[in-house]
């Protein structure tokens, strides 16, 4: 058997609108598994976030979060796991800029750190709408470099924001704006994204690229896509993505497009 590694986008692409796995997805990706291939997640959420559908996958492979800053493997100590980390000043110099940009919210965060500042409730995808006060973000409470940072910014200040960022600490870290509703901006440690981490996955595995196949729907998955030798681009993918791509799935993440792609591909029952 020519034994494939498979690298899993969360959200637009393994998850459906609902952001939950189906049933089809969760049998075909076990099929998978069970015919001899590896599959992992590869995704920009924090591995707080990712760690239930890990584990309704039946993965117990590294996982890689953060869009490729941080490779672990959830419930065990691996060897080889990594974090790519910024200086913690970053994050405090945006503090002080919180007013000038209308930020509403300041996220730092790693594998094992959640702190967050918000000067209005917000609706952003993944965060509490309300902070406890172990969650509350500050010079006192930061002591450790984050491993990523998100930013809500009033949408008309984004682009000023990120420029600011760039001219500033260009050098240490990438500033991305998050695909859909959303006006917020996501740092990372330069030069690290999520075909990083399947690099490294690939080489630990000794898989060759053309063995690797990737599916992904946004900007975020660019590189990935075109690291693996069988990128595959959601049907409800970018257009820039799907250009990337090596073939775009027939039917969208609401429809099993990943799962269904993935049992025609690898001819699993």
Request: proline fraction near 3%; hydrophobic fraction near 40%; aromatic fraction near 8%.
């Amino acid at each position: 058997m020519n034994q494939k590694l498979i690298a899993l986008d969360l959200d637009g692409t393994t998850l459906n609108n609902e952001a939950k796995l189906s049933q089809k997805t969760i049998t075909t990706i076990r099929a998978a598994i069970k015919a001899g291939h590896i599959v992992t997640i590869v995704t920009g959420r924090p591995n707080r976030l990712s760690q239930t559908y890990y584990d309704q996958l039946g993965l117990t492979s590294p996982m890689i979060n953060f869009n490729g800053s941080l490779g672990h493997v959830p419930h065990h100590h691996w060897q080889y796991e990594y974090q790519y980390t910024f200086d913690r000043g970053i994050v405090f110099d945006l503090l002080k800029h919180q007013q000038e940009f209308n930020i509403s919210m300041i996220a730092a965060e790693g594998k094992h750190l959640f702190l967050a500042h918000q000067t209005a409730a917000t609706q952003v995808g993944f965060f509490p709408t309300v902070l406890t006060h172990d969650q509350q973000l500050s010079p006192a409470t930061l002591t450790q470099n984050p491993t990523s940072m998100t930013i809500a910014v009033d949408r008309p200040l984004q682009k000023k924001l990120q420029t600011y960022i760039e001219a500033h600490f260009g050098n240490d870290v990438d500033v991305a704006p998050w695909g859909g509703p959303n006006s917020v901006l996501e740092i990372g440690t330069k030069g690290v994204q999520k075909a990083v981490g399947l690099e490294r996955l690939a080489n630990y595995y000794q898989i060759d690229r053309q063995n690797v196949i990737a599916f992904g729907d946004e900007h975020n998955d660019n590189e990935m896509i075109a690291y693996a030798g069988q990128g595959v681009a959601m049907s409800n993918a970018t257009d820039k993505l799907k250009a990337i791509a090596d073939d775009v799935t027939t039917l969208n993440n609401d429809q099993d497009g990943m799962a269904d792609y993935l049992a025609k591909t690898l001819k699993l029952a």
